[in-house]
């Protein structure tokens, strides 16, 4: 079984940067994929930002050149540095954490969530 642990969402206003951290731990073998996704009030969960192991990371439009997704190996941890916040980036945040156990079987994982609210 993964745990996900996330943190660093929270109030900001237009303009201003927030750091997500999302750490994962367990019997984990490997990690493929990690990445961020958000969910707004009567939308549907969207990409925020996906970072696969051996490619580039890819990005929603909507933050490209404003998001950052990057990744530590050694602490299984995932991060999404947010520049330059926006009202319509205001969702819940969730990661989603892809790979194998020691036992070779697969897992694919979402973080609790944390709550990103943009507003002067």
């Known amino acids: 079984q993964v745990q996900l642990v996330e943190s660093g969402g929270g109030l900001v206003q237009p303009g201003g940067s927030l750091r997500l951290s999302c750490a994962a731990s367990g019997s984990i073998l490997s990690i493929n994929t990690m990445g961020w996704y958000r969910q707004a009030p009567g939308k549907e969960r969207e990409l925020v930002a996906r970072?696969?192991?051996?490619?580039?990371?890819n990005y929603a439009d909507s933050v490209k050149g404003r998001f950052t997704i990057s990744r530590d190996n050694a602490k299984n941890t995932v991060y999404l540095q947010m520049n330059n916040l926006k009202s319509e980036d205001t969702a819940v945040y969730y990661c989603?954490?892809?790979?194998?156990?020691?036992?070779?079987?697969?897992?694919?994982?979402w973080g609790q969530g944390t709550q990103v609210t943009v507003s002067s």
């Open positions: 989603l954490v892809a790979g194998a156990y020691y036992s070779s079987s697969r897992f694919s994982s």
């Open positions: 970072i696969t192991s051996g490619s580039s990371p």
